[in-house]
């Protein structure tokens, strides 16, 4: 079968992206593509597969071929697809379990065209995950069931996240800790995305996240959201203080509300247009066709990153 996709990328969090609102495949079938278009050892790769769906729906599964709530960067490249078919400029996308409200936004930084989101609210009952054993919150303590000393946060924005504030981020305890969750043990069946947050100043957070069915990635979107939620939470950043908040694949702007609610500011960013072919019964992607490379928009996204980069030297 024949996809048209656009390689695009929220925050560096990679994904190919296809509009299917005219493809008629059953979920397992969908799993089969984002595990052959999202297979970096393929000729795509990405953190997962992205689709634009009927009715402004939004769809995401992780490069395993689960399909997750939510990916607030995936978010703004389907938003920007659907403003650019539908000619529009705001819009509501209807998710598996919640809804986010995008609009075009001005943009973070010159040629990054840019959306803003809103999220939402984050919720605390880590029951509803399900994660049990540790009561309804769990707010900055340790979990007993995690062979780890460090107090967690835990926050579902839907997508569920347990956060640790770190002093510094030692990349061996996060995929330690990830994996574990990522073990699908049976007091937490469904797994949840782990992230070691540093908190830069008052106005800057930087996050590192094992994302649950991707593993260690330069960026998640949710991850950013939830860490913004957190850390208002907690009292380490102000609520309704706008913050930027890193990543190993750049950057965004975030504001963590009272209520729950958390807008992010950050680009969605086309890099080329192409098709490919995946078949079904292997599972194999190929034949792989490039019609366009947006090098204008690659470029400008480079010089936020390498911004950032000397920003951290």
């Excluded at 495949?25 to 297979?39: G, K, Q, S, Y």
């Excluded at 075009?104 to 040629?111: K, L, S």
Aim: charged letters at 20%; a negative charge.
């Amino acid at each position: 079968m024949r996809f048209d996709i656009i390689k695009c990328h929220g925050s560096g969090n990679d994904f190919p992206l296809v509009d299917a609102r005219g493809i008629d495949l059953a979920d397992d079938e969908w799993a089969v593509v984002a595990r052959a278009l999202a297979d970096r050892r393929g000729c795509v790769g990405g953190d997962g597969l992205l689709a634009l769906t009927g009715d402004l729906g939004f769809r995401m599964w992780n490069s395993d071929g689960s399909e997750a709530e939510t990916c607030l960067n995936g978010v703004r490249c389907v938003a920007r697809l659907a403003f650019e078919r539908l000619g529009i400029d705001a819009a509501t996308l209807r998710l598996r379990t919640s809804a986010v409200a995008v609009t075009r936004a001005a943009d973070i930084a010159p040629g990054v065209y840019t959306i803003r989101e809103t999220a939402g609210p984050a919720t605390r009952d880590v029951t509803a995950w399900p994660l049990t054993g540790e009561g309804a919150e769990i707010v900055e303590r340790p979990i007993a069931q995690l062979s780890s000393s460090r107090p967690f946060t835990a926050v579902a924005i839907p997508n569920p996240h347990l956060i640790a504030f770190v002093d510094s981020i030692d990349e061996a305890e996060l995929i330690g800790i990830g994996l574990a969750c990522e073990a699908a043990p049976g007091w937490l069946p469904n797994r949840a995305n782990v992230s070691f947050v540093q908190v830069l100043d008052a106005e800057a957070l930087f996050v590192r996240t094992h994302e649950r069915g991707v593993g260690l990635t330069d960026s998640c979107g949710s991850a950013m959201a939830a860490s913004a939620h957190a850390a208002a939470l907690t009292g380490r950043i102000g609520w309704g203080r706008e913050v930027t908040v890193r990543n190993r694949g750049g950057m965004i702007r975030a504001r963590a509300d009272a209520d729950g609610m958390v807008t992010l500011n950050g680009n969605a960013t086309f890099e080329w247009d192409g098709a490919v072919s995946v078949d079904l019964a292997t599972g194999i992607a190929g034949d792989l066709t490039i019609a366009r490379w947006r090098n204008d928009e690659i470029a400008a996204w480079a010089a936020v990153v390498d911004e950032r980069s000397a920003a951290a030297c």
